[in-house]
């Protein structure tokens, strides 16, 4: 029996959500995906993305037509993206990133999204979507998703108006838009995804003491003790602690390798032994 023809069987539509869900990743070929020529393929179309996205840099072009001072994405131009006020200097660190990293990539990631497709249907799924959802373990993601986006869109939105006026505040009229969308290179971040950086801008009172990094500086806080901090939280809340296996294999830094790594947005992988996890940088 296929793994299609496993995952549609009356046991597994008629069994309990939690037990179909195991059913299917038991049964599913993503555990073990069968391996071709679109696989071989699409992995390598992804690590030449990475790569662009790891390698590229922003530089600046002298009269002479030479280009210096080129600076990579971690750190230097998200430091930009997050201490800058200047206007023209967040326009042109925004654009440049994208002409360099993303405009290259634009070829490579039609072909990957049509190889992951033919990927996924290899494997038993309708396409990588499809395979992306069933990985979810949540049934009907799509509706979840809705609901839970319908339920938040109230708050979002206030949020998102007061930030955008506070902006506009800051910026005027050329720049920002008062009853439009809030321009990405404005978020703080190259992304947008994270508005943490424009607090000092977007706060709706006066506090002391530097906020949250003036007192992780005061406390002495290195990357090690941040990560403590949050397992304190989540053992606070009844979740085990982690093995130690945690903390002498992961990776919770940049490597002192001269290596490049992009270590802001760390991700703890459970290998699904029972006992190991590690954290990983995006390499």
């Known amino acids: 029996m296929t793994a299609q023809e496993q995952r549609n069987s009356p046991a597994a539509r008629n069994a309990p959500p939690a037990t179909r869900r195991q059913v299917e990743e038991l049964a599913s070929p993503s555990r073990a995906p069968r391996f071709s020529q679109a696989g071989a393929e699409a992995e390598n179309v ?29 750190p230097d131009l998200q430091r930009v993206m997050k201490r800058s006020k200047n206007k023209q200097e967040l326009t042109d660190t925004w654009k440049g990133w994208r002409d360099a990293a993303g405009a290259p990539n634009r070829d490579d990631y ?50 998102h108006n007061f930030v955008r006026r506070k902006l506009y505040d800051k910026y005027g009229p050329d720049v920002i838009d008062p009853q439009g969308p809030i321009p990405a290179d404005r978020l703080g971040t190259m992304t947008g995804q994270d508005w943490g950086n424009v607090y000092d801008v977007a706060k709706p009172f006066k506090e002391r003491g530097g906020g949250a990094d003036g007192f992780l500086q005061r406390e002495g806080y290195d990357t090690p003790r941040m990560y403590q901090a949050a397992e304190d939280m989540y053992t606070s809340m009844g979740f085990e602690e982690l093995p130690d296996t945690y903390w002498s294999n992961s990776q919770l830094g940049n490597p002192d390798n001269g290596k490049d790594r992009l270590c802001d947005r760390p991700t703890s992988y459970d290998f699904k032994d029972g006992q190991n996890y590690r954290c990983a940088t995006f390499k």
């Open 110 to 159: 039609r072909q990957y999204v049509d190889l992951s497709n033919q990927v996924a249907k290899e494997n038993g799924f309708r396409d990588n979507g499809d395979r992306t959802r069933r990985g979810s373990g949540v049934d009907n993601l799509k509706r979840e998703a809705a609901d839970m986006y319908n339920e938040m869109r109230p708050v979002y939105q206030n949020m």
């Open 46 to 74: 992804k690590s030449r993305m990475k790569q662009r996205y790891l390698s590229s840099k922003v530089c600046d072009d002298n009269r002479g037509g030479s280009r210096q001072n080129c600076r990579g994405l971690n």
